[in-house]
C-alpha cells in the first residue's frame, strides 16, 4: 500500500498507518482446526503487490482481540533469511497458531509460528516492520512500523473494533477467510472494500501473482488476455471485459450490454433510440397493449395519452396537482374520498397517424386498449371480482379540468345523472402489483384493456368508443369507478397525465385501410413498373428487402389489395394498377 493517511474507523478508534505499501496481507483465516475447518491451523498470507522486491525479514505478524478495551497483543515474528525477499507478485504464508485437530494441513508455510490463537469471527490483524509487540492495551496501533492492517467483524458488536477505511473486512467463520480482491492486489486502505470472505486458499512463495495489469472483474487475469482467451466479451471493442460495464447498461440484466444486444439484432429496438423495446415495455416507457412482447407503435398502432384526466370525490374534482398527478377510483364506503377517475383524448390527434398511412378518412378502429400503470399504490385495496367498471360517454363538453380549487360542478353521488348517456364497456378486478423499479408496493405495475376488436364480440359501451374514433374529430371520453354493489371497499390509484413516475391513462389504437390501394410504387423508386410486380411477388414470399414499407401486419404487410390474406391476387392488383387500374 501507499504511504498512508489517517484510516477512517470508528468514532473511538482511529488509526493511521505508514510504510512502503509494496506488502499487504492479502489472506487472514482464523477458523483453523476447528469444528468443520478447511485447514487445520490459523494463518495470514502476504503478498508484493509491487514492481520491485521487498525483504519482509524482520518484521511480525500480530493479531488482537476484537471486542478488548484492553487488548494484549500475540506476535509471530518473521526471522530474516534468504526466503524473505519476495519477488514481485510473490506470496508468503504465515502460520500463525499451533495445528488443531480438524482440517487439511496448510502447504508449506514459510513461517511456522504458533504465537496467535486468531478468532474465527472476528479480529484485527497488523503486519509490524519490526519485532516489538504492540504495547497493550492500545486498541488502534499508529506508526510508521504498521506496515498493512486488517480488521474482520462486525462494527455493531463493539467500539473499539479498528480497521482501514470505511468498514472492516467481512465476519468470518471455520470454513472462510478473509481474500483480499483481484488475487491479493486491491488495496484501496478500505477493508470493507478490498476484502471479500470466501473459502481459504493458503500460498506461499512457490506462488505468485504480478499486479498492475487492468482487471476488472478482479478474477487475476490480466483483462486483455481473458478477451483474447474469450473467457470475457469485449461487444464494444473497448478492450473492458463487458461484465465491468453491465451497471447502467443492461437493463434486461442477462448479462450482455444493450448496444451490443441491438448491434446484433436491430428488431430489438424497433423505435431505433438505442434501447432495447423489452425494458422500455417494462418500464411502461413503451406500451405493449395485447401482450405479444412487441411495442405496440412498431407494429403501426397510434399509442396516446390523454389530454386531461380528473379524480372525481364527493365535493367535487379534485384540485391540482393531485387531481392531474393521480387517477383514483375509490368505492363508496370510503366517505368523502370515495371517487370515479375522467379521462379525455383529442381524437384527431389520436388518429393523425392512419390518416399518414392509410389516407384522410380511408381507414377503421380494428382495435382499441385502455392502457393504465398503477401509482401511489401502497394506499390501494384489491377488490372482488369484477368491481371496477370501464365507462364510455359522449358527453365531451363536461368539464373535467382539475381547477385550483375544488371544482363542485361534479359530485359523485350524482354519477348516473352528471354522465346520464354513459354505456358500459367491461369490469376488471383490481390487484395491487407486486412491485415496479421506484415505486412502492406495485407502483408502476401496468394493466392493459381491450375496448373494442374489430372481429370480436362487442357490447353497446364497445361499440361506441369504435364509433367516436371513427368520427376522427372531437374528443372521446372514458369512465372509471367501483361498482358499490359489488365491493364498496375497492380502491385503485393510477398515474395521472402529470405523474412524473408513470405514464398516465393511455389508448393505443390498431387501424386497416378501408379504401383501394392505387400506388402500385411498392420498391419505391418514384416510377411504377415492371420491378414493382417482381418485388410485390417477393414480398408475398416474405421477403421485404425491396419493398418500400415494414412489412407491419395489417399496414404494411405485402396485402397490396386490401383484402386480408397475402397471395397472388395482390401481385395481379399491382400488375393492374402498373396498367392504370386500381382493385
Known amino acids: 500500500m501507499n504511504m498512508k493517511s489517517v484510516i477512517g474507523v470508528l468514532a473511538a478508534c482511529g488509526l493511521a498507518a505508514a510504510a512502503s505499501g509494496q506488502v499487504v496481507m492479502s489472506q487472514v483465516y482464523g477458523g483453523g482446526g476447528n469444528t468443520n475447518a478447511q485447514y487445520n491451523a490459523d494463518f495470514v498470507e502476504l503478498h508484493n503487490i509491487g514492481n520491485t522486491s521487498i525483504d519482509v525479514g524482520g518484521w511480525s505478524v500480530q493479531y488482537a482481540s476484537w471486542t478488548s478495551t484492553n487488548p494484549t497483543w500475540s506476535r509471530v515474528n518473521i526471522p530474516s533469511g534468504p526466503t524473505t525477499l519476495l519477488a514481485p507478485g510473490q506470496y508468503f504464508l504465515v502460520k500463525v497458531s499451533a495445528t488443531g485437530a480438524n482440517g487439511a494441513a496448510l502447504p508449506t508455510p514459510d513461517v511456522d509460528g504458533t504465537a496467535i490463537a486468531a ?20 486498541t488502534c496501533p499508529t506508526g510508521a512500523n504498521i506496515i498493512d492492517f486488517v480488521g474482520y467483524g462486525s462494527t455493531g458488536a463493539t467500539t473499539v473494533a479498528c480497521f482501514e477505511g470505511t468498514g472492516p473486512a467481512p465476519v468470518l467463520s471455520n470454513t472462510t477467510a478473509a481474500l483480499r480482491l483481484s488475487n491479493g492486489c486491491q488495496e484501496s486502505n478500505n477493508n470493507a472494500a478490498d476484502f471479500a470472505s470466501g473459502a481459504p486458499n493458503p500460498r506461499n512463495t512457490s506462488n505468485s501473482q504480478a499486479c498492475g495489469f487492468p482487471d476488472c472483474n478482479n478474477n487475476g487475469v490480466d483483462d486483455a488476455i481473458d478477451i483474447a482467451n474469450q473467457t470475457s466479451q469485449d461487444c464494444n471493442n473497448d478492450s473492458v471485459p463487458d461484465e465491468c460495464q453491465l451497471s447502467g447498461l443492461d437493463c434486461n440484466t442477462n448479462g450482455q450490454i444493450d448496444s451490443c444486444e441491438i448491434a446484433a439484432n436491430g428488431a430489438l429496438d424497433c423505435n431505433n433510440n438505442g434501447l432495447l423495446d423489452s425494458c422500455e415495455i417494462r418500464q411502461g416507457i413503451l406500451t405493449d397493449a395485447d401482450g405479444n412482447n412487441v411495442a405496440d407503435i412498431c407494429e403501426g398502432a397510434a399509442v396516446a395519452e390523454c389530454n386531461v384526466n380528473a379524480t372525481v370525490n364527493p365535493a367535487g374534482i379534485r384540485q391540482l396537482t393531485g387531481g392531474s398527478d393521480f387517477l383514483n377510483v375509490e368505492g363508496g364506503s370510503l366517505g368523502a374520498n370515495a371517487a370515479y377517475g375522467a379521462a379525455r383524448w383529442d381524437i384527431s390527434s389520436l388518429v393523425n397517424r392512419f390518416n399518414t398511412d392509410f389516407g384522410p378518412g380511408q381507414w377503421e378502429i380494428t382495435r382499441a386498449y385502455f392502457y393504465i400503470q398503477q401509482s401511489n399504490a401502497a394506499f390501494t385495496v384489491d377488490s372482488l371480482p369484477d368491481a371496477i367498471e370501464i365507462m364510455h360517454s359522449n358527453l365531451d363538453s363536461i368539464d373535467i379540468t382539475p381547477q385550483a380549487a375544488v371544482n363542485p360542478a361534479l359530485q359523485f353521488p350524482n354519477f348516473v345523472t352528471d354522465w346520464n348517456d354513459a354505456q358500459y364497456i367491461l369490469s376488471y378486478t383490481f390487484a395491487r402489483g407486486p412491485g415496479g423499479s421506484g415505486g412502492t408496493a ?102 421485404f428487402t425491396d419493398y418500400c414499407q415494414t412489412g407491419i401486419p395489417g399496414v404494411d404487410d405485402g396485402d397490396f389489395n386490401r383484402d386480408g390474406a397475402v397471395n397472388g391476387t395482390d401481385v395481379e392488383a399491382v400488375e393492374n394498377a402498373v396498367g392504370g387500374v386500381c382493385p
Do not use: H
Open 119 to 138: 478468532s474465527a469471527t472476528n479480529g484485527k490483524v497488523a503486519l509490524v516492520s519490526d519485532q516489538v509487540t504492540i504495547t497493550a492495551g492500545t
Open 442 to 543: 406495485g407502483s408502476g405495475t401496468i394493466e392493459s384493456y381491450q375496448l373494442f376488436d374489430l372481429n370480436g364480440t362487442n357490447n353497446a359501451g364497445m361499440a361506441a368508443v369504435a364509433a367516436d374514433l371513427n368520427t376522427a374529430t372531437g374528443q372521446i371520453t372514458l369512465l372509471l369507478k367501483v361498482n358499490d354493489t359489488i365491493d364498496p371497499f375497492a380502491a385503485a390509484t393510477y398515474a395521472g397525465r402529470t405523474n412524473s413516475a408513470w405514464r398516465g391513462p393511455t389508448l393505443v389504437l390498431w387501424a386497416q385501410s378501408t379504401g383501394p390501394a392505387c400506388d402500385p410504387d411498392v420498391n419505391c423508386d418514384g416510377s411504377a413498373n415492371g420491378v414493382d410486380v417482381e418485388v410485390q411477388e417477393l414480398a408475398v414470399g416474405g421477403d
